[in-house]
């Protein structure tokens, strides 16, 4: 069974222009979330997606935005790029549940902001 | 709030070595989820563990074991005889709902490095 897949695995974009993050869930999952890794900042909770609807958001600005289509995959998409946007954005995927399902990760997009 | 520490921020054992990763919370729920996660060097975060907040039965699996401690709010990560392949960054994850959302939070991470 295939897993979370990601694309691009790289980007880089000039600060100002927009970036656009693709996500595939692992078949049969309906929940997407997207997070953050900057380099030692952990991981940041960007968005959660089920069902097509945007259940949860983080504390980003409303330039990260987001959607769900009907088949789950999921893109991210951040406007404005600033050069602290810089970071590895990481996709994950889980069947919908009430905080008890462990989530399935992609292997993340490495977007790089100059 | 919803809060993860894990303070170590880097570990190094030799090899065969035993080694414990801490993860203190901090929630005001009374159910909860909290989750361990390895980052390898290759990216993928790999799901490891899940324990509820109303089971404090520490749990083995292999040369992995984790102590929950509600007393404490810790939910520690021991692996025996460590090898080289163990060399990641462990994440520990704490999950709530409220209010029909689902909300989780995940420390900064520990760095583990195995010398061979």
């Known amino acids: 069974e295939a897993g979370v897949t990601q694309s691009p695995t790289h980007l880089i974009k000039t600060r100002g222009q927009q970036a656009t993050l693709r996500c595939s869930p692992i078949?049969?999952?309906?929940?997407v979330y997207w997070y953050q890794q900057a380099l030692g900042l952990g991981l940041q909770f960007l968005l959660w997606?089920?069902?097509?609807?945007?259940?949860n958001r983080g504390n980003f600005p409303p330039r990260f935005s987001g959607r769900q289509f009907p088949n789950y995959s999921s893109e991210l998409n951040v406007n404005a790029l600033e050069l602290e946007d810089s970071a590895l954005y990481l996709c994950?995927?889980?069947?919908?549940?009430?905080?008890?399902?462990?989530?399935?990760f992609g292997p993340g997009t490495r977007l790089t902001v100059t | 709030a919803q809060k993860v520490t894990q303070a170590q921020t880097e570990i190094s054992v030799v090899e065969k070595e035993d080694v414990t990763l801490d993860c203190v919370y901090e929630?005001?729920?009374?159910?909860?989820?909290l989750f361990w996660y390895k980052q390898p060097p290759s990216g993928e975060l790999v799901f490891l563990i899940r324990?509820?907040?109303?089971?404090?039965q520490n749990e083995i699996s292999g040369r992995y074991s984790w102590n929950f401690q509600k007393s404490t709010s810790s939910f520690n990560f021991t692996i025996t005889a460590s090898q080289v392949v163990d060399s990641a960054v462990y994440f520990c994850?704490?999950?709530?709902?409220?209010?029909?959302?689902?909300?989780?939070?995940f420390g900064t991470g520990t760095k583990l490095q195995v010398i061979p």
């Open positions: 994950a995927s889980s069947l919908r549940g009430q905080g008890n399902i462990e989530q399935y």
């Open positions: 078949s049969g999952h309906t929940s």
């Open positions: 997606y089920d069902e097509g609807e945007e259940r």
């Open positions: 929630t005001r729920d009374t159910t909860y989820y």
């Open positions: 324990r509820n907040s109303f089971d404090e």
């Open positions: 994850a704490l999950s709530e709902v409220s209010g029909g959302y689902q909300k989780v939070t």
